[in-house]
């Protein structure tokens, strides 16, 4: 199976601020990457799929960038609406394999 | 619109079984596979497997092939969960996803006590 290592596991962020997100896969996952966050209590939602491509309706803040094993999202500019935690899921072979979670919060 | 409307929460005993359904609304249910996702209390999401929603063939993770089960109903474009021989292990948040369009239920929690 294909490990997904995810960093950090939590991360807090002042208002406005950047912050990043790293996965990496245990091999080379040909971009097939998403990010959702997660907010409590409810369902994943998508911000970025195959590594790079924004999901319809997703602020432009978030982006993402990635090849290969190492995989980033980034957020340019913390707003209060982000915090929730971040997830990973690789979808090159199966069985997709989530990453373990970034839990971001307001600083 | 586009909706995936799972089941209420369930109470069970170790050792019992149980079925959870996820109905899809809005959409052509056949045009797209069924994923299940598990979630336990304070952890991370893990990917259980996914049905064929054409020919109806699971694909099971692993840690799901002995005692999960994914059905369907075509005709009533409905998915279903089942678990056999509940442990206290499988109190968790089943979600239903249809990955590929970012369509999710709103996650059943099923809760195994004695």
């Known amino acids: 199976d294909i490990q997904m290592t995810q960093s950090p596991p939590s991360l807090s962020a002042s208002l406005g601020e950047t912050v990043s997100i790293e996965c990496r896969a245990s091999e080379d996952i040909y971009s097939n990457l998403a990010w959702y966050q997660q907010k409590s209590g409810k369902s994943p939602q998508l911000l970025i799929y195959y590594a790079s491509s924004l999901q319809d309706g997703v602020p432009s803040r978030f982006s993402g960038s990635g090849s290969g094993t190492q995989y980033s999202l980034k957020i340019s500019g913390m707003q209060p609406e982000d915090e929730g935690v971040y997830y990973c899921?690789?979808?090159?072979?199966?069985?997709?394999?989530f990453g373990a979670g970034t839990k971001l919060e307001l600083k | 619109q586009i909706q995936l409307v799972q089941s209420g929460p369930e109470l069970k005993k170790p050792g019992e079984s149980v079925k959870i359904s996820c109905k899809a609304s809005g959409y052509t249910f056949t045009d797209y596979a069924m994923n299940w996702v598990k979630q336990a209390p304070g952890n991370g999401l893990k990917w259980m497997g996914w049905?064929?929603?054409?020919?109806?063939?699971?694909t099971y993770a692993d840690d799901f092939k002995q005692r999960f089960v994914f059905s369907l109903e075509t005709s009533a474009s409905t998915a279903y969960l089942q678990i056999n021989n509940l442990n206290i292990e499988d109190t968790a948040t089943y979600f239903c996803t249809v990955l590929r369009e970012d369509y999710w239920g709103q996650g059943v929690m099923v809760t195994v006590s004695s």
């Open positions: 049905i064929n929603t054409q020919t109806g063939k699971p």
């Open positions: 899921l690789q979808g090159s072979k199966y069985p997709y394999t």
